[in-house]
Nanobody, 126 residues
Framework: VQLQASGGGLVQAGGSLRLSCAGSGGTFSAYGTGWFRQALGRERELVAAISRSGLTTNTADTVKGRFTIFRDNAKNAVYLQMNSLRPEDTAVYYC????????????????????WGQGTLVTVSS
């Protein structure tokens, strides 16, 4: 599957953005999906993951209550709604897809993912 992330940009602190990740070339519902981010000089970290069914999610403590992951298998897409953005959320955000994941399970480590999008930059100004 090929993944195309979009929706990044420059936003002021307290603002919102919605990231989208469009999948093509595969049956999207066959993949567990997730959003990761990597800030300059830091390791890639999980932001949120969602199961194939869409019923199970895992959200990092640093964004819990502010970010929401959801998916629409009919549209072959996964989204990340980001509210109350902070300067420390500045990073390149990547979507990823994992094959062979049980229907209601999530994958929380980068090594568990098989496919990655190209990344979209989110910059939050103070």
């Amino acid at each position: 599957v090929q993944l195309q992330a979009s929706g990044g940009g420059l936003v002021q602190a307290g603002g919102s953005l919605r990231l989208s990740c469009a999948g093509s070339g595969g049956t999207f519902s066959a993949y567990g999906t997730g959003w990761f981010r990597q800030a300059l000089g830091r390791e890639r970290e999980l932001v949120a993951a969602i199961s194939r069914s869409g019923l199970t999610t895992n959200t990092a403590d640093t964004v819990k209550g502010r970010f929401t992951i959801f998916r629409d298998n009919a549209k072959n897409a996964v989204y990340l709604q980001m509210n109350s953005l902070r300067p420390e959320d500045t990073a390149v955000y990547y979507c990823a897809a994992a094959l062979g994941v049980p229907y209601n399970s999530v994958v929380v480590v980068p090594s568990g993912y098989d496919y990655w999008g190209q990344g979209t930059l989110v910059t939050v100004s103070s």
